[in-house]
């Protein structure tokens, strides 16, 4: 599957982390074609997906054990490539950093994307009510589709007021942001008293001005994470907890990957073009030959 941070790496912003691959790709699935020593609980010619470091643009990829998940049922072995990074992503987040409970509201920017399309899904099954924002009323009407609740048009509408609206000025109780910087100050004034806010990407800058009496008076805590660069161990146990916790609503279809277009590996450039003119809803795929 393509990802942001693959448009990222290739601009020159995201480098790979040391001893990983060179080449473009978080995620992938596949068939296992060999197992390395001492690796059990899986056999040769099983179905998986996989959380990577790099290298997911190849027909070949070597994964640590502790980062492959099955092929869950129901989904189709192309379609699981567009699971791990976001699934595991989602569920780190929005969940064991932030612990979205229910009946609480999950503010999701990019509500039509691979991320938000998951965090939308997953926020609904645990009870939560979920905003989104998106660009137009196609991807907006997606999102309320998957189930969302407040539909947010960021070019036409201010999030913090429309949020602050539709719960009569209380706020979000978790927020999950791509953009960074541009979205700093506003993401805290959208926030809840003990509101938790997750930076994930970097769209909109790297550098802000934080009114830290502001974030006092919500008790909030700003938490900023990246998933590529974490040591083994924690990848492992990201991927243990969405095997354990999400793995069942997909096996039952209570959530579902979105997947807007699959391309040939050799048309890597024209996906690469798509995801960044963001006119996609969903996943885009590369299917290797």
Excluded at 12 to 17: E, N, Q, R
Excluded at 92 to 114: A, D, K, T, Y
Excluded at 127 to 136: I, L, Q, W
Excluded at 280 to 285: D, E, F, N
């Amino acid at each position: 599957a393509v990802n942001r941070a693959d448009i990222m790496q290739r601009q020159g912003f995201y480098d790979p982390p040391p001893g990983a691959s060179p080449y473009p790709g978080l995620e992938c699935s596949g068939r296992i074609a060999a197992l390395g020593p001492g690796v059990s609980g899986w056999s040769v010619g099983d179905e998986v997906c996989a959380l990577l470091s790099g290298g997911g643009y190849a027909q070949k990829v070597v994964v640590p054990a502790g980062q492959l998940l099955p092929v869950p049922e129901g989904i189709g072995l192309r379609q699981a490539a567009a699971l791990p990074e976001v699934v595991c992503t989602v569920w780190s987040n929005v969940f064991m950093i932030s612990q979205l409970r229910p009946g609480e509201l999950l503010l999701v920017h990019g509500g039509s994307s691979g991320i938000g399309t998951m965090a939308i899904q997953l926020a609904k099954a645990v009870g939560a009510r979920v905003a989104v924002t998106a660009g137009s009323k196609e991807k907006l009407d997606f999102c309320a589709e998957l189930g969302a609740d407040i539909l947010i048009n960021y070019r036409e509408q201010d999030f913090v007021t429309e949020i602050e609206r539709a719960t009569d000025g209380a706020g979000a109780d978790v927020i999950l942001d791509n953009m960074g910087a541009k979205y700093l100050d506003r993401n805290v004034q959208a926030l809840a008293v003990n509101g938790r806010l997750v930076i994930i990407g970097m769209q909109g800058g790297v550098k802000a001005e934080l009114n830290i009496g502001a974030l006092l008076m919500k008790r909030g805590t700003i938490s900023a994470t990246s998933l590529r660069a974490r040591p083994l161990s924690e990848k492992a146990a990201i991927v243990a907890a969405v095997r354990e916790h999400v793995w069942p609503l997909l096996d039952s279809g209570v959530v579902r990957p979105v997947v807007d277009r699959e391309l040939p590996m050799t048309d890597a450039a024209e996906a690469h073009r798509v995801v960044e003119a963001s006119g996609h809803i969903g996943k885009v795929l590369l299917v290797a030959p």
